[in-house]
Each structure stands twice: as structure tokens, then as C-alpha cells.
């Protein structure tokens, strides 16, 4: 694969940039009681579907961790910030997340990126997770990384090449280009 132009790559928030399902297992085994979860645990996106805990359990953390990312003590993926921060210096960042609200994780965005890095950046949060391929393609970009393997294959038909990262609940069932970790995403663009 050629070398991408960062000015054309966008990126997912949730299991992409902030280790939401990292914050997640730490709050269900500390505040709940949940310690025999693990990540690997999670096969399935929605996690309702793979886990045997109390729906209301897992609403209560999701909700928290939307309305709180900071507070919640989500951190960055390994290397992320690093990454992005050399990415930004060729080009704006782009975001586009399915989270409702835009402002929750816009505050975390500006806690961890440098303030001159924060200013630039381009940031959607669209509410739903489908459909986030007209916003990229306006955006102008022309690859997308996401944790979402339906995200993923719905953008291969639209003109935009998706690379999904790897986690728990999108390792089978698709022949999609993948990312490993934040040091694969910097080999997408530099030496």
C-alpha cells in the first residue's frame, strides 16, 4: 500500500483513539464487582450480546463513560496521542464518532491533544452509527480507521478505504485491510 496523505485519513474515537473498552472493564470490576470480565471477553460489538451481566450494568457504564469520558478515567490508546500529534503537524485531524453529544468528548480531545493541535482539529459526532460515510467523504477524506466492523464494511462501498482496528469484537468474518496498533496507523503515513 502507498504511503497516505494525512490530510486524508479520519479516525473513530471509541476503541480507536480512547480505550473505552479499557475504562469500561476497569469500572465494571471495580465499582460493580465484575472482575472475572476481561476485554477479550468482548466478541461482539454490542456488549449486551456477549456478556452475562444485568443490561441496566452495562447502560449505567456506557452512559457514564459518554457523558463523562474524562472524568470516567478513560485514557488514550497506547501511542495515540503521539501518533496524532505527528500527524497533525502535515495535516488537521479528523474525527467522526457516533457518540450523541459532541461536547463530552470534545473536552477530552482538548485535555490530552496540545492546545495549537485542539484549534485545529475537526471533530462530528453524529449520534448514530451508521451513515458516517457522507460526513467522511465531505470531510474529504479518502480512508477511515474504526473499531466497527459494520462501520467498515459499509464505507467499502462508498469510495472510502476503511481499516479497522483490530480489537476482541472485530478480529473474524472479513478480509478488511487492519491496523494492529497506533505505531501500524504512523506506518500508514511515514517511514
Not at 479499557?22 to 454490542?46: C, M, P, V, W
Not at 491533544?113 to 462530528?124: A, F, H, I, K, W
Amino acid at each position: 500500500m502507498n504511503k497516505i496523505n494525512p490530510a486524508h485519513i479520519g479516525f473513530d474515537i471509541d476503541g480507536v483513539v480512547a480505550d473505552t473498552g479499557g475504562a469500561f472493564i476497569r469500572i465494571a470490576n471495580e465499582e460493580y464487582g465484575l472482575r472475572s470480565i476481561s476485554l477479550e471477553d468482548i466478541t461482539y460489538y454490542d456488549v449486551v450480546d456477549c456478556l452475562d451481566v444485568e443490561r441496566k450494568i452495562i447502560d449505567d457504564i456506557f452512559t457514564r463513560l459518554h457523558d463523562e469520558p474524562l472524568s470516567s478515567g478513560i485514557q488514550p490508546m497506547e501511542d495515540a496521542i503521539h501518533v496524532l500529534h505527528k500527524y497533525a503537524e502535515h495535516a488537521p485531524l479528523t474525527f467522526v464518532t457516533a457518540r450523541p453529544q459532541k461536547k463530552p468528548i470534545d473536552i477530552w480531545l482538548k485535555h490530552f491533544l496540545d492546545p495549537s493541535v485542539y484549534e485545529e482539529m475537526r471533530l462530528v459526532a453524529m449520534g448514530v452509527h451508521d451513515n458516517k460515510a457522507p460526513y467522511i467523504k465531505d470531510l474529504g477524506l479518502k480512508y477511515f480507521v474504526d473499531d466497527r466492523l459494520q462501520t467498515c464494511q459499509k464505507l467499502t462501498g462508498k469510495g472510502i478505504t476503511p481499516l479497522v482496528y483490530n480489537q476482541p469484537w472485530n478480529i473474524n468474518g472479513h478480509n478488511l485491510q487492519t491496523v494492529e496498533d497506533w505505531k501500524a496507523i504512523y506506518a500508514l503515513c511515514f517511514d
